[in-house]
DNA sequence: GTCTATAGTAGGATAGAC
DNA sequence: GTCTATCCTACTATAGAC
């Protein structure tokens, strides 16, 4: 995306590595091993291991903050807003579901700054969905005697989409849109 | 549950911290301080840090894999037989939603033996989970083109109980299990 | 851009007194 | 059952040569 070309290699290994062990778990010297380097090498290019995760969790959270503020403010129902989530969340694991790892499990471990910033956004992101989906019981788009349940359940299959989607073989996108928006909403319509 | 309490009070604690960072970045030092005591202190009721990990894994694997095999084994419906299911993970979420935390996301950190036990058991889980999906679609009791996503969908929210659940104040058990029936089967059926 | 060498810290775990 | 003291290892990160 950037053209710190060396730094985004070492930020994409870091993702694949936090992704199987967590960030903790994983140090300097295992992602240097995974580099081919040594570890003191890698501080030419990033300067702690806390800056590699920030990179790779705050990028995805802008990304689905922008996404979900452009559907929040467009003229759609409030069903078409949600399958414009799930197309969202579908584009953004396509791209980078190693990255989406440390967003779903290792938030946590970002600095005080970040991890600050981080919980705006994912508040803020819930916040949204929330009121769309209440907007579509209120105008009976939607019918559901539990919105919060439905928050809940929707959101846990998006976030754990980066688990499934890389075992399963070539699927093609808008195949996976259709068919998740059908088992996502067809409860709920 | 057992007798030997002070172990049992110490892998309680244990996975409340492994829920708030994860299993590696909690040290003896954060546990024995959470129990009021001195880190080696803690070595005289259990023999390691992965003992506290696995004594909360493998106890809960072993609940789902007991559960399921009740369930598969049961004259049941398919619809039934998933309803049973969400049964058990509400059951098991309510008892013990912070060890869920660890079994979640810390399965990997168990040691070769006991990884390769909770593997089985989770593989033989999911077995079971897309069979009876499958007989369902067979006799026309599910209607979907889509197994593996149903499969998909329904286990994340299932196995992300955990996080949700101590956010809801004073849910009744059977009302949470009629809404998540509601809610996850209401698009399949 | 990568290396070797190393500083400085923190981790899991044990020994032995009380 | 808990303590203090400590071992040994492994971690993040830096300095300075090539």
Redesign the pocket.
């Known amino acids: 995306m950037k053209q710190e070309s060396?730094k985004q290699e070492i930020v994409n290994a870091a993702a694949i590595l936090f992704k199987e062990k967590g960030y903790s778990a994983?140090?300097?010297?295992?992602l240097?091993t995974a580099?081919?380097?040594?570890?003191?090498?890698?501080?030419?290019?990033i300067?702690?291991?806390?800056e590699i995760l920030s990179t790779i969790i705050i990028e995805l959270a802008e990304e689905f903050t922008t996404g979900m503020n452009q559907i929040v403010s467009s003229d759609k129902s409030s069903i078409q807003k949600l399958e414009n989530i799930i197309s969202l969340h579908i584009d953004v694991t396509l791209r980078n579901a190693d990255g989406l790892a440390s967003l779903n499990n290792d938030w946590m471990h970002l600095e005080e700054k970040n991890l600050l910033y981080f919980e705006k956004m994912r508040q803020d992101y819930e916040g949204n969905f929330r009121k769309i989906v209440k907007k579509g019981v209120d105008v009976n788009e939607i019918k559901s005697n539990n919105i919060e349940i439905i928050v809940f359940s929707t959101l846990s299959t998006l976030r754990t989409l980066y688990l499934w989607y890389p075992k399963q073989k070539n699927i093609d996108a808008n195949i996976l849109k259709r068919d998740m928006i059908s088992v996502l909403l067809k409860g709920v319509v």
């Open positions: 060396r994983v140090t300097m010297r295992d240097a580099m081919g380097i040594k570890a003191a090498s890698l501080y030419n290019h300067q702690s291991k806390q």
